[in-house]
């Protein structure tokens, strides 16, 4: 994907707080903010985060070009001080993050800038595009992999993407989520994700026959051949002549590799072509399947027994189709009071799932003996002694303008990934009515936040 050039990738109203806060001398002063998931997508109960490299990538880099200088003089909206500040602006302020890849929960801040106020507000847009998307992509593509096998699970969503650059993000967060490769060659490229594919129904049609096609397919790939089986008719046709195929590349000490099902009752097709292939002894070829497949249809062939080697997954893995946005958001939680101390501050509203927590926090993770994830606990950075409740989950990742964590390979993200998704309890990881994880406020926290909602009640 290609990141945001300039800071100018933002929402207006972001400039014109902070050029009020410029007029009003209050722009430098520090304060904090939280990026945090208010719920999880797809009626689950975790989320993986992604993005969080491209973030910090982001705000390391980030400059008005001259360009950008001359279209925001052009609005006419901003003094020629605050334009001619805005030419020398940096990002000048500290973030500490989850590590890529983190698995967590509602509420618990994955994201964490302080720094001057008028900086960490006109950087929330692209925080939020930077993260929300590619993690709902890796959260899904979890899910997904969490039933079908984590070498099972071919990204092949390119062509049903939003846009290019949607395209490679999942393609990214896909293979970071569990998946073990793409079929977008561009995100092979830029990311070293292992890339494979088959061939389209066009390229069966383009020969006078189906059995012409496989034969020509297979004499120039005899060693990885997968063969597309419905274009005309599984049973009485593809499979046929796959068959056919397979035996004669037997007959030359080969194997056909696979051939693939994209359409039909999957479940029945494939019991009725793995019986076929094995009468023919061509048990070792393998079955592959694609065709709008997410997590539930997997679930339900599994329970069915079909006997599939590999999925092909697309349009509701990139699109995150049954939760195509994520609840990301990005609130102020401190700023410098007039002594130079810090004032609390939290968002209240009617409703309570839109109440952000109050203060520079940090989450810490708790296992029980057994490795598994046994609870979180957010409370007051400031609060905690040593006796920690857990390992802390935010750790510095950029300060002075330079990012602290080196980005790890994206092979060793995703198997970080696909351990800490088996260190979540089981029940928290049902496709359905999943149980809720243990997320805790800690006891100072909770006292801050019961002293401003006091206060605020009498507003």
Known sequence: MSLPKSPIFTDLYELTMMYVWFRSERVN????????????????????????????????????????IRYIRSLQIFNDSFINWLSNWKFDGIVHAVREGEIVFPGEPVFRVSGPVGSCQLVETALLNLINFPSLVATKAARICLVAGFDTVMEFGARRAQGPDGALTASRAAYLGG?????????????????????????????????????????????????????????????????????????????????????????????????????????????????????????SLKEGAAPVDSYGVGTRLVTGHDSPAIAGV?????????????????????????????????????FDRNGMMSGDCIELESAIDDLAPGSPLLTLALSNGTIIRPEKPLDSIREEVIGSLHTIPPDVKGLTHPARYPVSIGPELSKIKEKLMSGYSTI
């Not at 419905?230 to 590799?257: K, N, P």
């Not at 700023?335 to 509203?349: F, L, R």
């Open 179 to 299: 998946c073990m490769g793409t079929s977008n060659l561009e995100a092979g490229k830029i990311f070293g994700i292992p890339v494979k594919g088959t061939h389209a129904h066009s390229y069966v049609m383009s020969y006078p026959t189906e059995l012409e096609s496989f034969r020509r397919y297979v004499e120039v790939f005899p060693d990885t051949s997968v063969l597309l089986i419905d274009t005309y008719d599984t049973l009485q046709s593809g499979t046929v002549h796959a068959v056919q195929v397979g035996r004669e590349m037997g007959e030359q000490g080969r194997v056909l590799s696979g051939v693939r099902l994209d359409s039909g009752d999957l479940l029945s097709l494939t019991k009725k072509v793995r019986v076929t292939l094995d009468e023919a002894g061509l048990n070792r070829t393998k079955i592959v399947i694609s065709g709008d497949l997410d997590e539930y249809i997997l679930s």
């Open 330 to 366: 990005y609130k102020m939680s401190a700023i410098e009071s007039p002594d130079g101390g810090w004032e609390m501050k939290m968002k209240v509203t009617d409703h309570s799932d839109k109440t952000s927590l109050p203060g520079i926090k940090q989450v810490y993770r708790s």
């Open 29 to 68: 002063l520090q304060s904090c903010f939280d990026l945090f998931f208010r719920s999880c997508p797809f009626q689950g109960e975790y989320i993986v985060t992604a993005g969080i490299a491209d973030a910090l990538s982001f705000l390391k880099n980030a400059r008005f070009s001259d360009e950008d």
